[in-house]
């Protein structure tokens, strides 16, 4: 499956951003997701993953409660809701898929986007 990421920009601290992530082929559905960024001389971290059924979510502690994953399946779209922005929310924002239940391990995930930068100022 191929994804492209979109929708990232520059927002002063406090305002929204809504990323989404298009992939092709037939099989979407069957794949679990993945958000994870990248800030700059920092490594890959995981930020939110959706199960392949859409059922179930997880998030990392330090978005939980302002950022907000979710899937449309009959359009092939991963969607990030981000909300409440900081600072520290600046990286490369990728999205991933994976066969299979969902994982904060950015190693269990086959197929990645070319990323999407997300830059907050204060």
């Known amino acids: 499956v191929q994804l492209q990421a ?9 305002e929204s951003l809504r990323l ?20 700059p001389g920092k490594e890959r971290e995981f930020v939110a993953s ?4 859409g059922s179930s979510t997880l998030h990392a502690d330090s978005v939980k409660g302002r950022f907000a994953i979710s899937r449309d399946n009959a359009k092939n779209t991963l ?5 409440s922005l900081r600072p520290e929310d600046t990286a490369i924002y990728y999205c991933a898929s994976r066969v299979g239940t969902y994982s904060r391990d950015v190693k269990a995930y086959n197929y990645w986007g070319q990323g999407t930068l997300v830059t907050v100022s204060s």
């Open 6 to 14: 979109s929708g990232g920009g520059l927002v002063q601290a406090g």
């Open 20 to 39: 989404s992530c298009a992939a092709s082929g037939r099989t979407f559905g069957r794949f679990s997701l993945g958000w994870f960024r990248q800030a």
């Open 50 to 53: 959706i199960l392949w059924s």
């Open 79 to 83: 969607y990030l809701q981000m909300n």
